[in-house]
T-cell receptor
């Protein structure tokens, strides 16, 4: 069974609108959680990560994510998207603190003018 | 900040030949590195864990004789795709465990095309 689920394969959003990308994990304990962004043909860039503490995490490029233990979720948000935010977004989990990441299937974000 | 570099960024090789991809930590020592593979429009899948000075640990379903991993120094891990075939064409990306706890650094990735 897939351990990291990103339900939305593709999201289209207007420039200036808000964006929320969903991520759920299926482990019993709280793993370490990450969001990465990948532009076409490029490597991964870390947006933010959660290990413990404050459940609302601030990241780069105006992104934030909220960890909700009761829902096993770690959704990514941005209040106002820019055309440059068009990319592939991956949620990832380090289940055992062994630095091995399990990735979700990814969500493609398209930004329309 | 810490940087992980991969080389080459792009490589095209003929079917049946072998190709080596390097993953190098530029300003820190990485005792553990990881290799992932990403097929077009798919997610990243962990292939193996590369441990400095010892044998790599492969994930289930990954052929260790086909994907040779060597981690001979604290700053370099190499992935060699042996007897490459077109189905091995993929994006290969490495990551390194940083010296600061809970840090993971990714390389830029390497595109392999086997023709």
């Amino acid at each position: 069974a897939q351990s990291v689920t990103q339900p939305d394969i593709h999201i289209t959003v207007s420039e200036g609108a808000s964006l929320e990308l969903r991520c759920n994990y299926s482990y019993g304990a709280t793993p370490y959680l990450f969001w990465y962004v990948q532009s076409p043909g490029q490597g991964l860039q870390l947006l933010l990560k959660y290990f413990s503490g404050d459940t609302l995490v601030q990241g780069i490029k105006g992104f934030e994510a909220e960890f909700k233990r009761s829902q096993s979720s770690f959704n990514l948000r941005k209040p106002s998207v820019h055309w440059s935010d068009a990319a592939e977004y991956f949620c990832a989990v380090d289940r055992s603190n062994d630095y091995k990441l399990s990735f979700g299937a990814g969500t493609t974000v398209t930004v329309r003018a | 900040g810490a940087v992980v570099s991969q080389h080459p960024s792009w490589v095209i090789c003929k079917s049946g030949t072998s190709v080596k991809i390097e993953c190098r930590s530029l300003d820190f020592q990485a005792t553990t590195m990881f290799w992932y593979r990403q097929f077009p429009k798919q997610s990243l899948m962990l292939m193996a864990t590369s441990n400095e000075g010892s044998k790599a640990t492969y994930e289930q379903g990954v052929e260790k004789d086909k994907f040779l991993i060597n981690h001979a120094s604290l700053t370099l891990s190499t992935l060699t795709v042996t007897s490459a075939h077109p189905e091995d064409s993929s994006f290969y990306i490495c990551s390194a465990r940083g010296q600061v706890p809970n840090t993971i650094y990714f390389g830029e990735g390497s595109w392999l095309t086997v023709v």
